[in-house]
């Protein structure tokens, strides 16, 4: 009987250990992999390292590039070109490095591929906590993967199936769009839910209302998460399935008032911030469902 076919087992160097790296350094090793080798600058990215993907050694940016044959540079953008620029010193001919970084595609990559490495754009669409979900939660994402060709289309998308992520690929010339599209839906999604909390706050822990009374049970610790997490859920997934069509409220019904005395009631928090991003996205609201004027009114 012949030995199953197995997926060629890689060394791999982790450039640095921050939230991504360590997600994507422990999946590589769930995967089979051998992570070998970390640069891990800081003492909270040691530590992460050493709790996380204790099998590999620290080094420097040079030491963990040669002795891998696949480099993962998980560094913030505005970090990316200097650490290029010390990998493609030492970078080989059959080496595979590869980014995170969403918005650069692998043209960022060209002093590593003028070394003669095969050079990969390989971002997670994913946020990630620090915690242990995190390589769960990348079993369920999908990766914007870019490559100069087909080969290394081919060895993205290899790498990030055996992750248990689904290869989705861009073109060099959009990822800056599609890092955009990410930001907007993702970490704007953060400031919408900060000011409905604000609000939200606001009118359970009013002047009229006793703090130890707000529910049956007592205080309101924590209560206008609870009050919004179902809610805003819901409304997420039904917008993902459905689109701008699934959306309710007074927008959607045209009730221009019920808007107007939520304005007036959001210009009276500390923050007038709320308020215009209120505005701001009602307006935004009314013109996908094709009422641009809806919100033409006088509103302080």
Do not use: W
């Not at 699934?246 to 210009?267: C, E, K, N």
């Amino acid at each position: 009987m012949n030995a199953p076919i197995t997926a060629p087992r890689l060394t791999v160097g982790i450039i640095s250990t921050g939230r991504v790296g360590t997600a994507l350094g422990e999946a590589l090793v769930a995967a089979g992999h051998d992570v070998l080798g970390v640069h891990a600058p800081s003492i909270a990215s040691q530590t992460r390292a050493a709790l996380r993907i204790p099998a590999a050694r620290l080094g420097s940016i040079p030491e963990v590039t040669e002795a891998a044959q696949l480099v993962l540079l998980a560094v913030p953008d505005t970090e990316l070109p200097a650490v290029i620029e010390q990998v493609a010193a030492v970078a080989r001919p059959g080496q595979i490095v590869a980014h995170t970084a969403g918005a650069h595609g692998v043209g960022i990559l060209a002093p590593v591929a003028a070394a003669g490495a095969l050079v990969l754009a390989i971002h997670p669409a994913m946020t990630f906590v620090d915690t242990d979900d995190d390589v769960q939660r990348l079993a369920s994402s999908c990766f914007g993967i870019t490559a100069a060709d087909d080969i290394g289309d081919a060895v993205a998308a290899s790498l990030v199936l055996e992750l248990g992520g689904t290869p989705v690929r861009i073109a060099e010339s959009q990822r800056t769009l599609y890092h955009a599209a990410l930001a907007l839906g993702a970490n704007n999604l953060n400031a919408l839910i900060t000011d409905a909390v604000t609000a939200l706050r606001a009118a359970i822990d009013g002047p009229d209302q006793r703090a130890d009374r707000a529910t049956v049970d007592g205080g309101a610790d924590g209560l206008a998460e609870q009050v919004l997490a179902p809610l805003v859920r819901a409304a997420l997934e039904n917008v993902l399935a459905s689109g701008r069509q699934a959306l309710t409220g007074p927008v959607a019904r045209g009730d221009l008032s019920t808007v107007q005395r939520h304005l007036a009631a959001l210009t009276e928090l500390p923050d007038s911030g709320v308020a215009h991003g209120y505005r701001a996205m009602a307006a935004r609201a009314a013109t996908q469902q094709g009422n641009p004027d809806f919100l033409e009114m006088k509103v302080s």
